[in-house]
Nanobody, 129 residues
Framework: QVQLVESGGDLVQPGGSLRLSCAAS????????IGWFRQAPGGQREGVSC????????YYADSVKGRFTTSVDKAANTMILQMTRMNAEDAGNYFC??????????????????????WGRGTPVTVSS
């Protein structure tokens, strides 16, 4: 089973950029639907972005579309989340996840993984001046 470890969380100023990494050990990420999720304190989890293992399609929640980019470094078996033009609503704990289950995308709430899913422990992102 794949294991996931996030890194890169930090304090960033509004309007700034940050790059998160999700390093996978074990099976290659291409065997899974993979994605980034975030949760602010007291808030619900939001599926920020995800990549389908079926055809490589990438999906973004409306809240981050045009600002965030998800990619995979295949050589390093690592998923990247590049975040730009960040704002206070982007703050939270960011998790990466992988599933052999079902990937659903809902424009209003983003990516949803159904079925057994492997989660990383998260990396915190703070947006503040």
């Amino acid at each position: 089973q794949v294991q996931l470890v996030e890194s890169g969380g930090d304090l960033v100023q509004p309007g700034g950029s940050l790059r998160l990494s999700c390093a996978a050990s074990g099976p290659t990420l291409s065997h899974y639907h993979i994605g980034w999720f975030r949760q602010a304190p007291g808030g619900q989890r939001e599926g920020v972005s995800c990549i389908s293992s079926l055809d490589g399609s990438t999906y973004y929640a409306d809240s981050v579309k045009g600002r965030f980019t998800t990619s995979v470094d295949k050589a390093a078996n690592t998923m990247i989340l590049q975040m730009t033009r960040m704002n206070a609503e982007d703050a939270g704990n960011y998790f990466c996840a992988a599933t052999h289950g079902v990937l659903r995308f809902l424009p209003t709430s983003g990516c949803v993984f159904d079925g057994q899913t492997v989660w990383g422990r998260g990396t915190p992102v703070t947006v503040s001046s």
